[in-house]
């Protein structure tokens, strides 16, 4: 019904700079908030910054000064921008969105990810 496509990981030094994207496409009616989450090998799944369709965000603490949440509903599509990167910064990033279905019913959708690897 609906489908997230991440792009723009890859492998940067520390002290690097990334841009995420996440572009949502299919039975859309309203994209509601999207946002960012981080898996490292072995961990859990961490928050790390989230943006409400009228451009609200808030941040993980650990990526807060560093990282930048914005949306281009036009283009049904939600960027992080990562700036400063760390080695602990190294995990794959998942798109997440709350949709509003053209059937009117509401779901959260997650993306298959994209690999940040930041190197020391």
């Known amino acids: 019904q609906v489908q997230l496509v991440e792009s723009g990981g890859g492998l940067v030094q520390a002290g690097g700079s990334l841009r995420l994207s996440c572009v949502a496409s299919g039975s859309i009616f309203r994209l509601n908030a999207m946002g960012w989450y981080r898996q490292a090998p072995g961990k859990q799944r961490d928050f790390v910054a989230r943006i409400s369709d009228g451009g609200v965000a808030n941040y993980g603490d650990s990526v807060k000064g560093r990282f930048t949440i914005s949306r281009d509903n036009a283009k049904n599509t939600v960027y992080l921008e990562m700036n400063t990167l760390k080695p602990e910064d190294t995990a794959v990033y998942y798109c997440?969105?709350?949709?509003?279905?053209?059937?009117?019913?509401?779901?959260?959708?997650w993306g298959r990810g994209t690999q940040v690897t930041v190197s020391s």
């Open positions: 997440n969105a709350d949709v509003t279905l053209t059937a009117r019913a509401t779901a959260g959708y």
